[in-house]
Every structure is written in structure tokens, then in C-alpha cells.
């Protein structure tokens, strides 16, 4: 509905209240004209019936001046009390109108929502510049207007073009881009849903999957990039992508397969080949190859530049050393099966994706472990990365990082110093 058709409904519904107002009143002056007329008609035709019966000699002379001086009486008085009756409405009406368009402007400023109403209008405007430069890649330089101005016309477009999977992948994009990994999801499945061949938008979905950090999604991930490179298989992005989620999920083969793939044409300083190189070398160790001499391909990355040696010794490496305890609470009450997990969050931001997770099975306690940048679950987002950090030690019954009902945990708040191993005490004290 365009503007001008809004203000003419509002011009006819306001035209409308007034006719119901005014119509009674109005009703009633014609009722009482008409009452006035009838009066009079009847008044002249009793005069001529009494002009009659004196010429019949019905009546006489004296009782006809009698009865006419009755009926002029009588209609005075009736025209008297019509010009009182209806003189006294005009003033009460006119105020108790005013008073009534006076309230609803009122009320209808306070509940209309216009503001609202421009914005979206507004909004859907700035549709075309915002979200090309969403497609450009630039949506870091949105402001958090440009956002919700963007946010919310692609919601107005969806809600008149539900079938629009450009718009859907616009949206989560834009979820994307501050931290709303659940919202981007689900609108990147739909827009998966809506065109199942388009491989860019199952790209996304991968992406959007692997920044939760969730076992689930990075599952989920790992099986759309392998379907993908099934198409692909040369596809170097996709291999780069599948060898860090499969890193993620403790995957040694597939990390190693799909490294070993892109390995060579990645910058001889990229970060990211080492942060993988020594995600490969840990994995390894877990597995147990080096101490039996199975050293194999990860003998081969070390000779790439990257030392095989054990926590707490390499110069450069950032993170704690961190005690785990249990409050007495904990230690008659918090699971004895299960896992103990120990992770770090950024504790200068919203997000709560983890730097770095340590999950072991529940042992005597207290305990120490080392948390660091080795323990990444992606490359790029490591503590080395933060200042602050939130550090999370948890009962958990299932091994997931998220959170269900009879876990117990403790959190501290620390900084981070770069290069140092700094030792730090979490007291498991709560029950989830």
C-alpha cells in the first residue's frame, strides 16, 4: 500500500466516525421538522371541520372561537418546547466530538507504529546498495544500522518471496557476519533446501557450520565437504576446509589426506599450515604412532619446519597450566563417569565458540592439564588470538561442550599472556 492510498483509507475511515456521530443528531432535527409540519396540517384541516360544523349548525358561533383560541394555544406551546428541546444538543455534540477526535489522534499516535512503518519502508529502499555490499564481502564495514536496516528488509522481501533462496543466503550471511551462527544456519538451510544444486550455498552452509564449533555441525560439515569434493575432488578451498573440520574432529586420516593436498601451495609462513602440521603431530602422538615408530606422514610434515615437542616446551607457545579441583559439594554429588573437559572462551566478546578444548576421562582429582594454542579447535581462532579469557572446567556425562542437566563445572576469568604457560586453579563448585 503506497502512501497516498494510506492517507486516503485514513481520510474515509475519520469521514465515516463523524456521519455516525452526527447522524442521530441529525435524524432527530428531521424527525423534528417533520413533527412541526404534520402538526400544522393538522391544526389547518381541524379549523375547516370546525368552519363546517357551524355552517351545519352543529356548533355555535361562541364554541368555534373557543376551540380555535384552544388549538393556537396548544400548537405555541408545542413549537416551544421543539425549539427548547432541540437548541439545548448542538453544544454537547460539538465538544463530545471534539473530545473524541482529540482522544483517538491520541491514541493513534501512541499504537500506530509509524516510525516503524518509515523504517521498514526505509529500509526496503537501501535493499539493493546494503546487500551488494554484503555480496562484495564487505559486510564487516556495516554499521550496526546498516544491520538491522538490512535485516529487516530482507525479512519484508522473504515475507512476500518465501521461495527466494538468494534472499534466505543473504540473511544468513548477515547472521554470519555478527555472531548468529544457530539463526544463519537455519536460514542457509533453507536456502539449501530451496536449491540443493547450487554449490555455493552448501559452501556456506559448511562455513556456517564449522564456526559453532559444535561436534554435531562439524560432523555435519565434514559430510557436506566430502559430498562436495566428491564432485570437485580438485577443488583446492574445499580440501583446505576439509582438512581443518576434520583437524577439529580428531580425524588423523582425513586431516592428513586433504592437508596433504593443499600443503604444498600455501605460503611457506602460512599460519595455518603450521597451526594443521602441529594439529597432525598431536593427533599422531594420541594415536599412539610416534611412541610405537609409526611416524610415517607426520615425521614428513615435522621436516617442514615444525618440532615435534611436548607441551609446555616450545618457546612460542601460549596458554595455562591448569589445576582442576572439586568443592565438597562436587565431590559427593558430580558425575565419577564421564569426561572431564576443560576449555577457554573469549571473555571480551559475545562469542562463545571455544578457543581451545582439553576433554579426558574423569580421573582423581585435583589434576593438572595444559590448555593451549595446540589444543585449537580451528586454526585461525586460537588463544593466541585473545587477551582475556573465560576458562571452563566441567563434569560433562556425554563429552559435549554444551552444557545438559547434571554437570557440574567451575569458571575463572584470566588474561592471557603471549608466549607463557601461566598456571592457573578451577574449583568444579557448580551443578548445571
Request: glycine share 6%; net charge negative; hydrophobic share 40%.
Amino acid at each position: 500500500m503506497s502512501w497516498s492510498e494510506f492517507y486516503i483509507v485514513v481520510s474515509g475511515l475519520i469521514t465515516f466516525v463523524l456521519l455516525i456521530v452526527a447522524f442521530p443528531w441529525l435524524r432527530r432535527k428531521n424527525h423534528a421538522q417533520q413533527d412541526s409540519l404534520s402538526n400544522t396540517q393538522i391544526v389547518k384541516q381541524r379549523l375547516a371541520e370546525l368552519e363546517r360544523e357551524v355552517q351545519e349548525g352543529l356548533i355555535s358561533e361562541h364554541d368555534k372561537r373557543q376551540a380555535v383560541d384552544e388549538l393556537k394555544l396548544a400548537l405555541v406551546d408545542e413549537s416551544a418546547f421543539q425549539s427548547k428541546r432541540t437548541g439545548t444538543a448542538t453544544l454537547p455534540l460539538l465538544v463530545g466530538g471534539i473530545v473524541a477526535l482529540t482522544c483517538g489522534a491520541v491514541v493513534y499516535s501512541q499504537v500506530n507504529q509509524m516510525s516503524r512503518v518509515i523504517k521498514a519502508s526505509e529500509a526496503v529502499e537501501a535493499l539493493p546498495e546494503l546487500s551488494q555490499q554484503l555480496a562484495s564481502g564487505n559486510a564487516s564495514n556495516l554499521t550496526q544500522e546498516d544491520i538491522a536496516s538490512l535485516t529487516l528488509a530482507i525479512r519484508q522481501r522473504l515475507r512476500t518471496q518465501p521461495e527466494d533462496d538468494t534472499g534466505w543466503m543473504y540473511l544468513g550471511r548477515l547472521f554470519l557476519s555478527i555472531g548468529q551462527e544457530v539463526q544463519a544456519i537455519e536460514a542457509i538451510d533453507r536456502a539449501v533446501e530451496l536449491a540443493p544444486e547450487n554449490t555455493t550455498h552448501r559452501i556456506t552452509l559448511a562455513q556456517a557450520l564449522m564456526a559453532t564449533g559444535d561436534v554435531n555441525n562439524l560432523s555435519r560439515a565434514q559430510t557436506l565437504l566430502l559430498g562436495l569434493l566428491k564432485d570437485n575432488p580438485q577443488n583446492d578451498n574445499l580440501a583446505l576446509m576439509m582438512a581443518v573440520v576434520s583437524a577439529q574432529l580428531g580425524d588423523l586420516d582425513n586431516t592428513r589426506q586433504f592437508f596433504a593436498q593443499v600443503k604444498d601451495k600455501l605460503p611457506s609462513d602460512s599460519d595455518m599450515a603450521k597451526r594443521l602440521m602441529a594439529r597432525i603431530d598431536v593427533l599422531a602422538r594420541q594415536a599412539g604412532e610416534i611412541a610405537t615408530g609409526q611416524v610415517g606422514e607426520s615425521t614428513e610434515l615435522g621436516n617442514t619446519g615444525l618440532e615435534n615437542t611436548d607441551e609446555g616446551t616450545t618457546d612460542d607457545i601460549t596458554g595455562f597450566s591448569v589445576t582442576v579441583d572439586l568443592s565438597d559439594e562436587a565431590q559427593k554429588s558430580a558425575p565419577k563417569e564421564g569426561f572431564l573437559i576443560v576449555f577457554a572462551q573469549d571473555g571480551a566478546s559475545q562469542n562463545r565458540m571455544p578457543a581451545a578444548v582439553v576433554k579426558m576421562p574423569i580421573q582423581g582429582f585435583p589434576l593438572t592439564v595444559n590448555l593451549t594454542t595446540e589444543n585449537a579447535m580451528m586454526p585461525q581462532f586460537t588463544l593466541a588470538a585473545l587477551s582475556q579469557v573465560i576458562l571452563t572446567a566441567r563434569l560433562s556425562l556425554d563429552g559435549d561442550v554444551t552444557v545438559s542437566s547434571g554437570e557440574w563445572q567451575g569458571s575463572v576469568e584470566s588474561t592471557v599472556e603471549k608466549g607463557q604457560l601461566s598456571p592457573i586453579r578451577i574449583t568444579i563448585n557448580k551443578e548445571l
